[in-house]
């Protein structure tokens, strides 16, 4: 196959090495994504996959086993390509704080190179909880995998996933522990959200549209609501999530970057550089209301049934939704009340940025002008507006001016790569500006910190599967 993007810095040979790909992420986003990839010609001509587990396979267990895990859909992926697909992974068993299998990694890496004649890329994917993270980076960095070979060709990149820690001071450590042993331009910090296609729109929409910059501060907006539900519950990541909560699990990495996305200042220039700074310098300043009680709207639940979830305590006090209300702490949204809401077994899955206008018989009133952000599905853009009734007295009712992507012709959006095929193929390339920076993660982790130790403080409300909202 041949590599179509164009991009010369796609065609170097590159290995793909991911620890963890027998887990739940490997098998939902991160192989899927690969061979998307590689069935829309976008990886170099020469590239494999080395997965790392603990687990032990013969090379036909570990196949099938990728091949049930890809889960493709009947006509999905032409079998050929699912077939080559399949030959260009490799499986290196070993524990991933045993420098011995390092070492192995490391033989088995430089035999692909020795048999490519070149020198690789090499990008390594943390797909592992991330208790394992410090192990796997320490080891990286003393079996000198983390390092281009000796005449300097061939990059080596760290992909790592969300949760980046656990706390401000958690986050802190690992990043201080990343910027030993990694160059800044070597760490690819992944928050998937920030390469959905409708969020990088929302900088399009409101930096390329100039009607709306005067209009879109406190003078005129009254409220922005920033939604994540989900259709599902936890599934079987119960015995991963229920450490967490929603809080951690979206809210401190997805929801934060729609709000940075939606209330951001215009950055210097479109680059990776200019955009990661502004993003981080609205990060900085979110505030959260007093979370005494429920007084605020702020509110924490969990799904009845949640406990009888495989993995789940039967006592467990985690969250599956939550509403926060926050501010930003600058001179453009000063007192603007921002609602970030999120849960898991809800009515309907459903993603979306609504922002109301002042107006209308007073703030709060349905005669607001909304623009909403509809992330997904149905991703577009729609306004509420109001006209005239027509006919011989002077009333208005609300109407909606749409655009929504399957509007455009199927060509210009049917083969754009996915989120994480986005981000994969950034990866290669070397562009972090949908990948998170040390700023915007401290801020993230400062503001998140601050509402969890007050988080006990608001009770634990139960609601039903299938809510549409809680009250
Ligand atoms: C993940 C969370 O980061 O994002 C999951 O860990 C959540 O709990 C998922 O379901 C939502 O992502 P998406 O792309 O399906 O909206």
């Known amino acids: 196959m041949t590599n179509k993007t164009g991009d010369t810095a796609i065609l170097h040979p590159t290995i793909f090495v991911i620890f963890g790909i027998t887990g739940d992420l490997a098998a939902r986003k991160l192989l899927p994504a690969l061979l998307g990839l590689y069935s829309k010609k976008m990886l170099p001509q020469r590239w494999c996959i080395i997965g790392f587990s603990r687990r032990s396979f013969s090379r036909e267990e570990f196949r099938d086993l990728i091949r049930g895990r890809l889960n493709i859909k009947p006509g999905q992926f032409k079998e050929e390509d699912v077939k080559h697909f399949l030959d260009h992974i490799t499986y290196e068993q070993g524990k991933f704080d045993e420098p011995e299998a390092y ?43 983390s390092e281009p070979c000796a005449d300097d060709t061939g990059w080596t990149r760290v992909l790592i996933e969300k949760p980046f820690g656990n706390d401000i001071d958690h986050a802190r450590n690992l990043d201080k522990l990343l910027g030993k042993l990694f160059k800044e331009e070597q760490i690819f910090r992944i928050d998937h959200y920030l390469a959905k296609e409708t969020l990088q729109n929302i900088l399009a929409f409101r930096f390329h549209n100039h009607m709306f910059e005067p209009i879109w501060n406190k003078g005129f907006v009254d409220k922005i609501h920033i939604k994540l539900f989900e259709h599902n519950g936890v599934l079987d990541r119960g015995d991963t999530y229920d450490p967490v909560g929603a809080l951690k699990d979206v809210g401190q990495n997805h929801m934060l970057m729609m709000l940075a996305a939606v209330a951001m200042d215009k950055p210097k220039s479109f680059t990776a550089k200019d955009i990661r700074f502004e993003r981080a310098r609205v990060l900085t300043k979110i505030r959260h209301a007093p979370l005494r009680s429920s007084k605020d709207c702020n509110r924490r639940g969990q799904y009845e049934g949640y406990r009888s979830e495989p993995g789940v305590g039967p006592d467990s006090q985690t969250e599956t939704y939550f ?11 000063r007192n603007v009340p921002i609602y970030l809401e999120s849960g898991k077994a809800m009515a309907e899955s459903r993603t979306e940025i609504d922002v109301y206008f002042k107006g209308g018989k007073g703030n709060g009133s349905t005669d607001q002008n909304i623009v909403t952000f509809k992330i997904q599905p149905n991703e577009g853009i729609k306004i509420k507006f109001f006209v005239k009734t027509p006919g011989s007295t002077f009333s208005v009712e609300p109407k909606t001016l749409k655009f929504r992507y399957t509007d455009v012709p199927a060509e210009h959006w049917q083969n754009l790569p996915n989120d994480y095929e986005r981000l994969i193929k950034d990866a290669f390339v070397g562009d972090q500006t949908l990948f998170a920076s040390t700023d915007e993660i401290m801020a993230s982790w400062r503001f998140i910190t601050a509402v969890m130790r007050d988080w006990s403080k608001l009770p634990l409300i139960g609601y039903p599967k299938g809510a549409k909202e809680i009250a």
């Open 323 to 333: 509403r926060l209300k926050a501010s930003v702490n600058s001179s453009r949204w």
């Open 103 to 145: 070492g192995r990694l490391a033989l088995r890496i430089k035999e692909t190179d020795d048999r490519w004649g070149q020198c690789s890329n090499k990008l390594f994917h943390l797909s592992v909880p991330p208790a394992l993270y410090e192990g796997i980076l320490r080891n990286l960095s003393s079996s000198g995998l």
